[in-house]
């Protein structure tokens, strides 16, 4: 059974730095993609950032200047950091890992369980 644990999020000051990390366990094929989405209160989940193993990343244009994503391929392992934090960060943060169904015909998602990030002086 596959399961994604995050780490990281809290309580964070405006300006201010998050680092949040998510591991991947269990027997995974064909893994294409692992990234970050977010969903605050009333909003729908959006995509934060996202890095396929090819090497290619999006991120959002709300983030895209004060986020890094990286990937370790080997153990499956995705990271996120981000600067100057604003209030509009504050949301459940969620890992998800995207992989190649067996007929090799469409992708499929895992999500992990969330970790809140709140930006508050």
């Known amino acids: 059974q596959v399961q994604l644990v995050e780490s990281g999020g809290g309580l964070v000051q405006p300006g201010g730095s998050l680092s949040l990390s998510c591991a991947a366990s269990g027997v995974i094929f064909n893994v294409r993609a692992m990234g970050w989405y977010r969903q605050a209160p009333g909003s729908e989940r959006e995509l934060v950032a996202s890095i396929r193993t090819n090497g290619t990343i999006n991120y959002s244009d709300s983030v895209k200047d004060r986020a890094t994503v990286s990937l370790n391929s080997a153990n499956n392992t995705v990271y996120l950091q981000m600067n100057s934090l604003k209030f509009e960060d504050t949301a459940v943060y969620y890992c998800?890992?995207?992989?190649?169904?067996?007929?090799?015909?469409?992708?499929?998602?895992?999500w992990g369980q969330g970790t809140q990030v709140t930006v508050s002086t």
């Open positions: 998800n890992l995207r992989f190649l169904g067996p007929l090799g015909r469409r992708e499929y998602d895992y």
